[in-house]
C-alpha cells in the first residue's frame, strides 16, 4: 500500500489474539498472535481492525488492537491519527 495522495506517511500495526481475561492485555498464547499488517495511516488500519474485530465476535476473549508505530518512530513529534 503507497501513500500517493502527498499525505505524510503515518504508519500503523493492526494485531490481535486471545486475552488471558477480560479487562487486561496480556495475551494467552503470544505465539498465536494475529499480526494483521502494517497500514500507511490510520483510517486504512482502522478499517481492517473492524473487519478483524466483526469476524472474531463470537470469541468474548479475541481483541485486536492498532498501534500508532509512527509515534515510537518518531516520539518528539505531535501527530494526529
Given at each position: 500500500?503507497?501513500?500517493?495522495?502527498g499525505k505524510k506517511?503515518?504508519?500503523?500495526?493492526?494485531?490481535?489474539?486471545?486475552l488471558k481475561t477480560?479487562?487486561?492485555?496480556?495475551?494467552?498464547?503470544?505465539?498465536?498472535?494475529?499480526?494483521?499488517?502494517?497500514?500507511?495511516?490510520?483510517?486504512?488500519?482502522?478499517?481492517?481492525?473492524?473487519?478483524?474485530?466483526?469476524?472474531?465476535?463470537?470469541?468474548?476473549?479475541?481483541?485486536?488492537?492498532?498501534?500508532?508505530?509512527?509515534?515510537?518512530?518518531?516520539?518528539?513529534?505531535?501527530?494526529?491519527?
Amino acid at each position: 500500500m503507497a501513500v500517493e495522495d502527498g499525505k505524510k506517511q503515518l504508519l500503523h500495526l493492526v494485531f490481535g489474539g486471545e486475552l488471558k481475561t477480560l479487562g487486561e492485555t496480556e495475551f494467552r498464547d503470544l505465539d498465536a498472535l494475529d499480526i494483521v499488517g502494517i497500514y500507511p495511516d490510520y483510517q486504512s488500519a482502522l478499517t481492517v481492525w473492524k473487519a478483524k474485530a466483526q469476524a472474531s465476535v463470537d470469541n468474548a476473549h479475541m481483541r485486536y488492537f492498532v498501534v500508532h508505530l509512527h509515534r515510537f518512530l518518531d516520539p518528539e513529534k505531535k501527530t494526529a491519527g
